[in-house]
């Protein structure tokens, strides 16, 4: 049983102090279950890549054409080459001019593993601008060009 002795004080109003406590722990528990839960949405999603938006680019007047055929044989412009020899007749090609864009066109059933090797081929022979050539959808490309734009920065690069 209770008493209360003396005093006039009236103890009985309104507290007027949050209690924090339960908020609190509602975070940490929030927050350990975001630790848990990020690591498992960062896993492998396969991905259907869309068809290119960007309106056509100029081409160059020879424009040096490396393909990849569905059996993974590679072709320089029409004729085929052997991957040991793709250095030495890029060389002949572009006349030893490693600035010279290579394009690279693969079969869609081409596996992307094998478009990485024959890229890294390229790159160790020195070539580092490789354009993908890829199917164009004219829709898309007159929706892409006719939304405004932002105007570069001043003073800004453009990458290539």
């Known amino acids: 049983m209770a008493v209360k ?12 102090e949050i209690n924090v406590t339960p908020f609190i722990d509602v975070m940490l528990v ?7 839960a990020a690591p498992l949405s960062t896993v492998d999603v396969p991905v259907d890549l869309p068809t290119s938006n960007a309106p056509p680019q100029d081409r160059p007047d020879e424009p040096v054409y490396l393909t990849i055929q569905e059996d993974l044989s ?8 052997a991957r040991e020899e793709l250095a030495s007749r890029l060389d002949a090609t572009t006349q030893q001019n490693r600035d010279e864009r290579i394009f ?18 390229l790159r160790s022979a ?24 932002a105007d570069p920065a001043p003073g800004g690069t453009e990458q290539q």
């Open 74 to 81: 590679l072709s320089l412009g029409e004729a085929p080459v």
């Open 104 to 121: 690279l066109r693969a079969d869609g059933s081409v596996p992307y593993s094998d478009i990485m090797d024959v890229m890294n081929a």
């Open 5 to 16: 002795l003396g005093g006039d004080d009236d103890d009985s109003g309104e507290v007027s």
């Open 30 to 36: 929030l927050l350990i279950i975001f630790m848990v």
């Open 126 to 149: 020195g070539y580092l601008k490789i354009g993908l050539v890829g199917l164009e959808d004219p829709a898309r490309a007159e929706a892409a060009s006719a939304r405004p734009t």
